[in-house]
């Protein structure tokens, strides 16, 4: 730090520099975050200087942050349901997967995950201490049902499914998986942080939330499709008493006791997320979901159209493909099975996929 401070001026002005080093999102098909919807950034900015680490002194921000569990509670079939907000998906499965171990003493526990689900779990297993039994996937990048039904056993402490899976948007069989966990007692926790804003808005879909009565727990993240500013996950649980057992002492703040990974936790990206969703509400993330629905059909047709074959029917709006190439300009990723992967998040509008398939077209001749 250099000893006399410098202008405000020489500051911003260095900042822009710096800004314009960054991508754009206009041409990022790679990314599940988007640019904040406008409402999130203004509520945001209304609670810049809120800390709901100590919300006895912020009590509005609590609230808000109560209702917005609510929100999502009753969007996910359970107005009852417990929950707090979290960095993102990373602290909600690593929150959810301490619970499930608490839940069971037992030595030597296991958790079973798709082998599609987020490296956030490996994260979450290594902290924890827990085995990670990854299971196969079926022919559709869907969670085996039998291969979880085989990996059960006395000291399985959880079980994982993903709705929205990060590499190929696929939904797991929840109801099935379900049954599993139901019949031997087991936490059954759904990672919807891409597709828990996505799923609720499909005109045709399975039961995949609370409404089976064995799921314990979900993530679901504003700042991925809610449109929020970053950061902003949630965890849900069916039983609000169950954040509990992760309670720890705090006797020098206004709350006596404290479940939440971080301490200090940013009230601002809450407000976000509780403005864009309550301004938008259902009709308008439906809208939204339809939208970016529609974008993947047509970029999949497109791709086709190329010799570019998918490499599934993805139930949400992520896109697949067997293409080796990788248009000059744009930011795609590659699965760990080599495919092309796109999202096509609210800021890939139908002009942006013309002008991908454009380049592709480009490339292809
Ligand atoms: N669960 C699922 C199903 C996810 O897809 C992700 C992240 C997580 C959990 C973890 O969420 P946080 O990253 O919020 O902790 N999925 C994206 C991914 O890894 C995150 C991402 C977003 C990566 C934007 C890159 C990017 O540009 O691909």
Redesign the pocket.
Known sequence: MKEIGSSEEEIFSYLSSVREEDLTYDRIL????TRPHPVAIRAHMQFIETNLGDPGLFPGTMGLEDELIRMLGELFHHAGAGGYAT?????S?IQALRIAKKQKSVDHPNVIIPASA???FDKACDMLGLEMRSVPLDANYRMDIDSVSNAVDARTAGIVS?V???EYGMIDPVREIGEIAGDNDIFFHV?A??GGLVAPFLPKIAPWDFSIPSVSSI?V?P??MGMSTI?C?ALLLRDPAAFGCLNVDTPYLTVKKECTLAGTRPGAPVAGAYAVLRYLGCEGLSAIVSGCMENTRRLIEGMEAFGYPRAVTPDVNVATFDCPITPSGWRVSRTRQGHMRTVQMPHVTRDVVESFLETIGESHA
């Open positions: 790679s990314s599940m975050c960095s993102g998906g990373t602290e499965n987020h490296f956030s993903v929205g899976t990060t990672d942080a891409f993530s993240d700042h991925k950061p996950g």
